[in-house]
């Protein structure tokens, strides 16, 4: 067990939906990333928040939004949901000092797009 | 550009036996750290080690140990007495820079043990 949590474990929606995905950091970590991994694309960063700012945007699509809430969970929004969304959206986080700066991955939460 | 190359899509180890796993790196930042996560089929991330671009020697932790070729920018992990419960894809990833910045990952080689 990492200490990451996500929730929900699984999500089926329809496209053109708006689904929100959340997730609490270790405790103590103020860092957040998102990551997604699909079978065309890979693992692929999203975007990142420290500490309830945006830190660091990658291949985020406009579809797409997230935030840090003063108590450093965090949430993805996503929107106008097409097929090729479905992945399995990871949630990661890591304490800024330290020589490793090892990122904890939650446990993924999957999203089907029908 | 690819900063992470990982060219084996698959391998297949006899139990007991090691295995290497190919990882290749581009970056211009000479502060940079490595790393090689699992996922098994369950779908988590399991980060197994750790190298930092200065360290002076390989990184090992435990049946893990990499290989890491700076001048080659290649960070090899090796499994030594491959167990079953290895069977999973491996992931090699990248940070570029001394801080807490996002990860750029491989495409991930899947390992299989065989009995």
């Known amino acids: 067990d990492s200490g990451v949590t996500q929730t929900p474990k699984h999500l089926i929606t329809a496209t053109g939906q708006r689904v929100t995905l959340r997730c609490s950091p270790r405790?103590?970590?103020?860092?957040v990333y998102w990551y997604q991994q699909s079978l065309d694309q890979g693992l692929q960063f999203l975007i990142q928040?420290?500490?309830?700012?945006?830190?660091a945007k990658g291949n985020i699509l406009e579809r797409f939004s997230a935030q840090q809430f003063p108590d450093l969970h965090s949430e993805l929004n996503l929107s106008s949901l097409e097929l090729g969304d479905s992945a399995l959206y990871f949630c990661?986080?890591?304490?800024?000092?330290?020589?490793?700066?090892?990122?904890?991955f939650g446990p993924g939460t999957r999203l089907t797009v029908l | 550009a690819q900063k992470i190359t990982q060219t084996q899509p698959g391998m297949f180890v006899q139990e007991k036996e090691a295995v290497t796993l190919d990882c290749t790196y581009d970056?211009?930042?000479?502060?940079?750290?490595l790393f090689w996560y699992k996922q098994p089929s369950s779908g988590e991330m399991i980060f197994l080690i750790y190298?930092?671009?200065?360290?002076?020697q390989n990184a090992t932790e435990g049946r893990y140990s990499l290989n890491f070729q700076k001048a080659r920018k290649s960070a090899n992990l090796v499994i030594s007495a491959s167990q079953l419960g290895d069977s999973a894809m491996y992931f090699c990833a990248m940070r570029e820079g001394q801080g807490d910045y996002k990860l750029s990952f491989g495409a991930g080689t899947t390992v299989t043990v065989r009995a």
């Open positions: 990661a986080s890591s304490v800024r000092s330290g020589r490793v700066n090892e990122q904890f």
């Open positions: 970056t211009s930042d000479p502060s940079y750290g």
């Open positions: 928040y420290y500490n309830g700012e945006e830190r």
């Open positions: 405790s103590g970590d103020l860092s």
């Open positions: 190298q930092g671009s200065y360290d002076q």
